[in-house]
């Protein structure tokens, strides 16, 4: 069980970076395969944790893009 004070509380005039719909876009955009729509198994194939990369990255490319604008 995650305790509540994992993650940090909300202060005013922050935000926070998160990711949704890694698996669904893994699977249907990248075709990989995910067993029991797990991720973990792509950790042990270097083609998809290059993806994995990629697609973090172009995440913090857009935050960084945009940080002073919020």
Known sequence: MVSNKSFPSHQAGRFY???GGTETEFMYKHG???PHFGMFPLLDNPKAVSKMREMFRSYLEVAAK???QF
């Open 17 to 19: 970076l998160t990711e």
């Open 32 to 34: 990989f395969e995910l």
């Open 66 to 68: 945009h940080e002073n």
